[in-house]
């Protein structure tokens, strides 16, 4: 029997691989696992190279339980004395306490670094037996003992068959890794698509109401996983059936790419299109990233851009660097030249399915539509490319291109300003009203409900030229795509201000929610009274929402517009009703109004140009005396007007209606609006 000490210029690297894994013990049996995988491939090169001449027999690994003991034995190349003292007992580890300092909670860092796959077993062991077989001819068997400390021991023993048996004493603060459970579930996480087969106890069947092991090995992968097989050969069912294997609660997936790439990288993979549900988050990090079919994680950020993390599937590449650790992988070429490729891949793919099956396409927009915007909103390539099969959709449910919907209405939506004004929809019901009179005008009128939506508006409006966005209810229908300057006033300055004064007087209390009332010949078929809301200010709090920075906008109340159809049979009687109730009293307090003005219009005037030492007292007493006055006589004025508003309810009942129509009416005032109807119809 030998002994020696373990190679490694830090004092002991045992208690620093227990003490500095905090996390990730489990993967000490991926890295077990894929060894054994590794020398059994390497075996099987040999045969091809027609260096073994031996039986490669069965090549099944088996992994076991014993009551302290887990086991993984293969049937591989095996190790010779010399070997292990080679591969095994000389380990480099320079610089390594900075380096285990700074990645102490990232154990894949840590063994990448330092090629430490199979110390990763002292994570979870006391003791590791190591009792192999090399397969060159005549190799005498050995047993490598370590308990570890630094010291190991190794000595000549028996064992009939080719390979290695690597036999953990699991540590007492480990024992669930003696669970069969445990272990079963790590196996199916890390090893479930390994090239080899892996048979972990035996199958189980029934027996007299109870599970009874049989015969047969129980093999827990599939060694051939789909995307390692040719696309000629799959069918689409095939595609399928594995996506529901790796996500059996998922629905159908929509559409796949199977990827499979040399030069200048590796990549194989499956990529499926989900059906995305309404909220991203919860369907980021699906995909699987797998080195040479080993599990190694599902965080793929940084490997793939930010909107693929939507995509669900399998990479596999044995040239990203999965063993360092977050941080390395972003500066990486490789990953980036992956990143690129995938983009490129995923917008070809919609490409052509766009340009063969555009049926197909506009079927599944709605589920692919968040995806792209994503896409689109953050990747400046990936825009580049989907512009050109990205789609509209209008409020009747018809599909359009950017270009395309550019020409349906650059003759009838063009504005006097040359701008085209796009304009949309967030809610057909909601905004029924503002669609139908947009439509009558044949506008057309997109719909932009998606999660998305707004950031995309804000994005196309600064990508394409010469261009607004613009909601349907955010103006009167003739000012949404002004045409040509203005059209004359109907009403006179006091009519335009009474009926704004007794409109504004009746408008119910709302939390914050302000108005802005406003007069305006619409024609005599339109509404009598509209309520919009300014884009400009509706966008600038939908953004608040969503973006942080902008709680100022948030803070700030809703901003509407009642509008009032100056041309309506309704607005005008309320007008004639008010002047034949009230000029009486109005006439003469305007007529006083009106002389205080022009007078103190007359004043000012004479003030203008002189220092204000020049302007004699009693000339500024009497200015001052003349505002008070007049904004006296407003208030009075105003008074008449709410007072007699308040017992009109024509007024109120056209308030609640345009409220009504705009889903704002609710509570007591919604109560009340009923109660007032019944009246008016009784
Ligand atoms: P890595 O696998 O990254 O080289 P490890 O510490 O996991 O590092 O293994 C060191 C070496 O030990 C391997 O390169 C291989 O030569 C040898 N080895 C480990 N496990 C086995 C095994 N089951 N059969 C044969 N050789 C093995």
């Known amino acids: 029997m030998q002994k020696g000490n373990i190679g490694v210029t830090t004092e002991n690297i045992f208690p620093v691989i227990k003490k500095f894994l905090y996390s990730d013990h489990e993967i000490f049996l991926r890295e077990l696992v894929s060894n054994a995988v590794d020398a059994t491939q390497k075996l099987k090169t040999l045969v091809s190279m027609g260096e073994y001449q031996g039986e ?30 080679k591969y095994i007992n000389q380990i480099a580890f320079s610089g390594a306490n900075d380096f285990l300092e700074k990645y102490k909670n990232d154990a894949n860092a840590i063994i990448g670094h330092f090629g430490l796959g199979f110390y990763s077993a002292f994570m979870v062991a006391k003791k590791v037996e190591i009792i192999t077989k090399s397969c060159k001819e005549g190799a005498q068997a050995v047993k490598w003992t370590c308990d570890g400390s630094p010291e190991f021991t190794i000595e000549d023993c ?16 480990c024992k669930e890794f003696l669970e069969e459970a445990r272990i079963s579930s790590l196996l ?14 035996k199958k189980k069947e029934w027996k007299d109401g109870k599970q009874v092991d049989t015969e047969e090995d129980n093999i827990i992968n599939d060694t051939c996983p789909l995307w390692t097989r040719k696309p000629s050969e799959l069918k689409d069912e095939d595609y399928k059936k594995f996506y529901r294997e790796l996500y059996p609660m998922a629905d159908e997936p929509l559409f796949w790419i199977h990827l499979n790439v040399d030069y ?59 063993n360092v650790s977050r ?15 995938i983009t490129k891949k995923v917008s070809d793919r919609l490409q052509s399915i766009f340009k063969n099956d555009r049926k197909q396409f506009e079927e599944k927009w709605n589920d692919l539509k968040i995806f792209i915007n994503y896409g689109m909103l953050t990747q400046e390539d990936f825009y580049d490319r989907a512009k050109d099969f990205a789609l509209f959709t209008d409020t009747d449910g018809k599909y359009y291109t950017f270009d395309e919907y550019k020409t349906l209405i650059k003759d009838n939506q063009t504005d006097k300003d040359n701008t085209l004004i796009y304009l949309y929809a967030n809610h057909k019901d909601e905004q029924y009203s503002y669609i139908e009179a947009a439509k009558n005008k044949g506008y057309n009128v997109l719909l932009m409900n998606g999660q998305l939506d707004i950031a995309v508006v804000s994005m196309l409006e600064q990508k394409f030229e010469k261009v607004r966005f613009t909601r349907v209810d955010s103006d009167i229908i003739d000012r949404l795509i002004v045409k040509e300057d203005h059209k004359e006033q109907v009403l006179e300055v006091q009519e335009e201000e009474a009926l704004s004064l007794m409109f504004r007087s009746q408008l119910p209390q709302m939390d914050k929610t302000d108005f802005h009332v406003s007069t305006q010949a619409m024609g005599e078929n339109a509404m009598p009274v509209m309520i919009t809301q300014s884009e400009y200010m509706r966008r600038m709090k939908e953004m608040a929402n969503i973006q942080a920075g902008m709680s100022f906008y948030g803070e700030m109340p809703d901003m509407f517009n009642l509008v009032l159809n100056a041309d309506h049979k309704l607005v005008k009687d309320v007008l004639a009703d008010e002047t034949k109730v009230c000029s009486a009293q109005t006439n003469p307090i305007q007529q006083e109004i009106d002389e205080a003005t022009q007078r103190s219009n007359e004043l000012r005037k004479n003030q203008t140009g002189k220092k204000d030492e020049e302007i004699p007292t009693s000339e500024k007493d009497e200015l001052n005396t003349l505002d008070k006055k007049i904004e006296d006589l407003k208030k009075q004025k105003e008074a008449i007007y709410s007072d007699y508003a308040s017992k009109n309810p024509v007024i109120k009942q056209l308030i609640d209606l345009a409220l009504l129509q705009n889903g704002m009416l609710k509570g007591e005032a919604l109560n009340n609006f009923v109660k007032r109807s019944i009246e008016l119809i009784q």
Do not use: M, W
């Open 188 to 201: 199916k996480k890390y090893c479930s698509f390994l090239p080899i087969p892996i048979a972990f106890g």
């Open 56 to 85: 490669l027999g069965d090549l099944t690994i088996h992994v076991n339980l014993d009551k302290d003991t887990l086991t993984v034995s293969d049937r591989g190349l095996g190790l010779t004395a010399e070997e292990i003292d």
């Open 327 to 341: 941080s390395y992988l972003q500066s990486d070429s490789n990953v980036k030249k992956i990143s690129t490729y």
């Open 264 to 322: 200048p990288f590796h990549l194989t993979g499956i990529l499926y299109f989900p059906k995305v549900k309404s909220n991203i988050e919860l369907n980021r990090n699906k995909i699987q990233l797998y080195c040479n079919q080993v599990y190694v994680t599902d965080s793929v950020e940084g490997i793939v851009p930010d909107f693929l993390t939507l995509l669900h599937g399998v990479l596999d590449s044995p040239d990203i660097p999965l």
């Open 158 to 173: 028996d064992k009939a068959d080719r390979g290695t048996d690597i036999i953990l004493y699991i540590d007492d603060d």
